[in-house]
Nanobody
Framework: QVQVVESGGGLVQAGGSLRLSCTAS?????????MAWFRQAPGQEREALAI???????AYTNSVKDRFTVSRDVPINTVYLQMNSLKPEDTAMYYC????????????????????WGQGTQVTVSS
């Protein structure tokens, strides 16, 4: 049984930083998964922020590019999202997700392509 657990959310002032962590357990070959971070604000659709594939390649949505960095530590089945220069509009529930789908267009994988999801961690940025 695969479990994905996020941590690290909280309240931060605009301009500050947070690092989210995501640990996947029950995955036989974590190194073969593509992992991603999503977020969802109230009344809005869940959006993909950052994806890291099994080779360690990364892709970002434009709104967080140059501010957020995704990385993974394969031996401990963990993915991180370093968030810098946070803005009030970054306030949302942040989700980590994993997929065993292998695609040449891994950077375009969306919500429906990820099989395993965490429960989310709240990030609130005050102005």
């Amino acid at each position: 049984q695969v479990q994905v657990v996020e941590s690290g959310g909280g309240l931060v002032q605009a301009g500050g930083s947070l690092r989210l962590s995501c640990t996947a357990s029950g995955v036989s070959k974590f190194r073969d998964t593509t992992m991603a971070w999503f977020r969802q604000a109230p009344g809005q659709e869940r959006e993909a922020l950052a994806i890291i594939n099994r080779a360690g390649d990364t892709a970002y949505t434009n709104s967080v590019k140059d501010r957020f960095t995704v990385s993974r530590d394969v031996p401990i089945n963990t993915v991180y999202l370093q968030m810098n220069s946070l803005k009030p509009e970054d306030t949302a529930m942040y989700y980590c997700a994993a997929t065993m789908i292998h695609s040449s267009k891994w950077y375009a994988l969306g919500v429906d392509d990820f099989q395993y999801w965490g429960q989310g961690t709240q990030v609130t940025v005050s102005s």
